[in-house]
């Protein structure tokens, strides 16, 4: 015999359990009393076992129904559950999102967001990865993750994007360099010295920024070559006579052994972009409207 239970009856025969009288349980329901009790009748054969029991004098609920309604008040728990989260998601408020940030992103971008995020969906979970601009831009390409915070150019189809601020790129030097006492350094002066820059592939937006500001000054970066990360950069202008280059937000907190100067005349500038594929799942359109409730988003370090 097929156990297809209605959660209507179900409901009812809660209704009877709680309020142990027919007429109050028939008008909380707003149900005539003769349909109540048919309703009790056919949730009865369907289970194959009495219930609840009365006379003139009481309702009393059996043993089966003692244990019945324990188990019911759970079904109905998980039903309800099952329906809220379905039209949480069909609204746009629930569900997961995969999100890729840098470390200025993070700094500046993502931490207000996500408050403001945790607020007005509290339901929505989230994956975080950080990683560096290119590695995060594939990954976007290829469906790993929902949505990128990096640095960017003006990014082209089928990515969308929005400009969240612009950030300086400073200089990194070791405590031992001749210009370790200046605070700015005139980036045509770098034609004088060995510049270390991260591959291409790492942060495209970063190197063209480097490269574009250099043909501007009319220089040749002496290029003395290439690394892949932020840690291998710090021991290398530590222990070697080379410069190097990144944000302003990172090289505010620089490794040991080195220190920070500002570029100037000019001073290059990179995007920080939020970017997205088209057509995406609704939690990436509510975490870009909580990213536009949190922001604007400044750079407070002055050219």
């Known amino acids: 015999m097929e156990n297809k239970l209605e959660f209507r009856y179900i409901r009812s025969f809660l209704a009877i359990a709680e309020e142990l009288h027919f007429g109050r349980a028939a008008a909380r329901l707003h149900l005539a009393q003769p349909s109540l009790s ?8 369907q289970v194959g076992a009495e219930l609840v029991t009365r006379n003139s004098r009481e309702v009393k609920l059996t043993a089966a129904g003692l244990a019945f309604e324990a188990e019911a008040r759970r079904l109905l728990e998980h039903a309800d559950r099952a329906v809220a989260v379905a039209r949480e998601v069909a609204a746009g408020r629930s569900g997961s999102i995969s999100i890729g940030f840098n470390f200025d992103a993070g700094q500046r971008v993502l931490a207000p967001t ?36 990096s640095f960017a150019s003006a990014p082209t189809e089928p990515l969308r ?19 370790a006492e200046r605070s700015h350094v005139p980036f ?59 944000s302003s ?17 000019p001073q290059p500038m990179v995007g920080v972009y939020a970017l997205w594929r088209p057509d995406p799942r609704p939690p990436v359109g509510m975490f870009l409207r909580s990213l536009e409730a949190a922001g604007p988003f400044t750079e407070s370090v002055s050219a």
């Open 114 to 149: 996500l408050r403001r995020l945790n607020v007005e969906y509290p339901h929505l979970s989230t994956t975080l990865w950080e990683a560096r601009s290119g590695a995060l831009i594939a990954a976007l390409h290829e469906g790993k993750i929902d949505l990128a915070l």
């Open 249 to 265: 937000v990172r090289a505010r907190v620089p490794a040991q052994g080195l220190v920070a100067a500002q570029l100037v005349d």
């Open 188 to 246: 045509r002066d770098l034609a004088r010295d060995r510049v270390l820059l991260f591959r291409r592939e790492a942060s495209p937006a970063m190197y063209d920024a480097i490269l574009s500001t250099a043909d501007r000054c009319g220089i040749s970066l002496p290029v003395s070559g290439y690394v892949d990360d932020s840690g291998a950069t710090a021991l290398t202008v530590a222990t070697r006579s080379v410069v190097a280059f990144a």
């Open 161 to 179: 994007s929005h400009r969240l601020l612009t950030v300086p790129l400073a200089l990194l030097l070791g405590q031992q360099h001749r210009w």
């Open 38 to 45: 048919q309703q009790l009748q056919r949730l009865e054969r």
